[in-house]
């Protein structure tokens, strides 16, 4: 029976053996790493968590989908890593748009959690920073007219200069209305409720799905049409 060695969050002994149990594949990524839930049995307190296994760069070659985890001989950890377990913060977690640069999707991720949890202040701190670090890479890099160091500072105030500018589409102004110009939104007070983190969450769905998932899914679409009329002329 394979093995998985973890820190057991049901009672809390690090670096103990679990029996695996179960197993229920996630998905792919990169066209060889696979992504795992796996039961697991804790041999000290004999209870079961599941954990979350993601497949090791160096194990690469390994055919996991092939098998499945049950026929693996040895210890999991030789082919994955453990990147967490099923708890509480895994239910309904809002998903980002597609085609995301690595830290905004990060960043939308972890608010989401957030959110999962009713941690709105964290939540809707995570939304802005999303919202900072998409509308940073907006900005020009030398001053224009209109444009000083207050302005790039404030969340707000940015985001009013690149409506202003045409930078931004018009018609997402009303929604941005949830971000201040000074910040006083409350993610710097700790005083959002439900509702404000949320058209934070909304507002960076949208604009972030406008800046990085519509251009992309464009650019997709188009280098098919290419190789279609490619291979329709060979």
Same mark, same amino acid.
């Given at each position: %029976? ?8 049901r009672?809390? +002994?690090?670096?103990i @053996? !679990?029996?695996l /149990?179960?197993?229920?594949?996630i998905?792919e990524?990169y066209?060889?790493?696979?992504f795992?839930e796996?039961f697991?049995?804790c041999?000290?307190c004999?209870? &079961?968590?599941? !954990? ?10 390994v055919n996991?989908?092939?098998?499945g985890l049950?026929? %693996?001989q &040895?210890?999991?950890n =030789?082919?994955?890593s453990?990147?967490?377990? *099923?708890? #509480? ?8 748009p597609?085609?995301l640069?690595?830290?905004v999707?990060a960043?939308?991720r972890?608010? /989401?959690?957030c959110?999962?949890?009713s941690?709105n202040?964290? &939540?809707?701190?995570m !939304?802005?920073?999303? $919202?900072?670090?998409?509308t940073k890479? #907006?900005?020009p890099?030398?001053? +224009?007219?209109? #444009?000083?160091?207050? *302005?790039r500072?404030?969340?707000g105030?940015?985001?009013?200069w690149?409506?202003g500018t045409?930078?931004l589409p018009e018609a $997402?102004?009303d ?6 110009? =000074?910040?006083?939104d409350?993610?710097?007070e700790? @005083?959002? @409720?439900?509702v =404000?983190?949320?058209?934070?969450q909304e !507002?960076a769905?949208?604009l972030?799905e406008? #800046?990085? @998932?519509?251009?992309k899914r $464009?650019?997709?679409a %188009?280098a098919?049409?290419?190789?279609r ?6």
């Amino acid at each position: %029976m394979p093995e998985l060695v973890a820190d057991c969050p049901r009672c809390g +002994v690090g670096r103990i @053996t !679990f029996d695996l /149990a179960g197993e229920n594949w996630i998905g792919e990524r990169y066209e060889w790493q696979q992504f795992y839930e796996a039961f697991c049995i804790c041999r000290g307190c004999h209870r &079961g968590t599941t !954990f979350k296994l993601a497949q090791e760069g160096n194990a690469s070659q390994v055919n996991v989908r092939q098998s499945g985890l049950g026929k %693996m001989q &040895g210890a999991l950890n =030789d082919v994955f890593s453990v990147e967490g377990y *099923i708890n #509480l913060k895994d239910r309904q977690v809002a998903t980002p748009p597609e085609h995301l640069p690595e830290d905004v999707d990060a960043a939308f991720r972890e608010g /989401a959690v957030c959110m999962s949890v009713s941690c709105n202040n964290a &939540g809707g701190t995570m !939304f802005r920073l999303c $919202l900072d670090f998409a509308t940073k890479s #907006l900005m020009p890099e030398q001053d +224009v007219e209109g #444009l000083n160091a207050k *302005i790039r500072r404030s969340l707000g105030l940015r985001l009013e200069w690149l409506f202003g500018t045409k930078r931004l589409p018009e018609a $997402l102004r009303d929604l941005a209305a949830c971000v201040k110009d =000074d910040g006083n939104d409350g993610a710097h007070e700790g @005083t959002l @409720t439900k509702v =404000d983190a949320e058209d934070l969450q909304e !507002f960076a769905y949208v604009l972030l799905e406008r #800046l990085y @998932t519509e251009p992309k899914r $464009l650019e997709i679409a %188009m280098a098919r049409r290419q190789a279609r009329h490619n291979q329709g002329n060979s």
